[in-house]
Each structure stands twice: as structure tokens, then as C-alpha cells.
């Protein structure tokens, strides 16, 4: 079982940064491919960013250049470095874990947080 509690969210202006982090509990953390996802008011569930268990990243196009994922295995983090954020990047957060390379669908989570807002206003 592992259980995931994201941290960073909050209110910015157009073209701010945020960082979320995502602590994960358990010992296997390591062996997770770990993943960011948003959903906006009445949109579906989408990916951002993921990492795999060794660190390879995959991005969205619409977070290409803006945003990086990391992992720090030893302090069982994840994170999501959000820089010149848009107002369309306003969402709520959710970090991801999963047991395949990569976690690039909802159907592919084993294990949700329990999401962060972010706004970004214009």
C-alpha cells in the first residue's frame, strides 16, 4: 500500500512558478513509476508529466519546456516544478503511482493523492 499526500498549490499570477510535491509512504516507492495529472471543472482527468522508477520523464506537448518532473527516491518525493504558468494551467492536482514504466492514463494509477488546487489568474 502506498499512500501519497501532495503539498505546493495555491494562487499565482500568469507567468509565476509553484513547485508540488508529492511524499509518499511505504518502502518500495523506489519501484513506482510516479506521475502528475490535472483535471479542470468539467474536464477529464489528464496526464502532465511522469517519471519512471529510473527516472526517465515524459511530458504532455502543453507542458513541453514549462514544467519538470523529478524524484527523490531517497525522501520518497515526488515533484512538479511549474514555471511561466498560464491561466489554463488552473486545475486541481493530482500525483500518481503506478506499477508500469510509466504512468500515462488514469487506468494505469494504482495509487491517487488527494489532489492539489492551483489558480493562475491573468
Known amino acids: 500500500q502506498v499512500q501519497l499526500v501532495e503539498s505546493g498549490g495555491g494562487l499565482v499570477q500568469a507567468g509565476d512558478s509553484l513547485r508540488l510535491s508529492c511524499a509518499a509512504s511505504g518502502r518500495t516507492f523506489s519501484s513506482y513509476a510516479m506521475g502528475w495529472f490535472r483535471q479542470a471543472p468539467g474536464k477529464e482527468r489528464e496526464l502532465v508529466a511522469t517519471v519512471s522508477s529510473g527516472g526517465r520523464t515524459y511530458y504532455a506537448d502543453f507542458v513541453k519546456g514549462r514544467f519538470t518532473i523529478s524524484r527523490d527516491n531517497a525522501k520518497n518525493t515526488a515533484y512538479l516544478q511549474m514555471n511561466s504558468l498560464k491561466p489554463e494551467d488552473t486545475a486541481v492536482y493530482y500525483c500518481?503511482?503506478?506499477?508500469?514504466?510509466?504512468?500515462?492514463?488514469?487506468?494505469?494509477?494504482?495509487?491517487w493523492g488527494q489532489g492539489t488546487q492551483v489558480t493562475v489568474s491573468s
Open positions: 500518481a503511482a503506478g506499477a508500469k514504466y510509466y504512468v500515462l492514463i488514469p487506468s494505469e494509477v494504482d495509487y
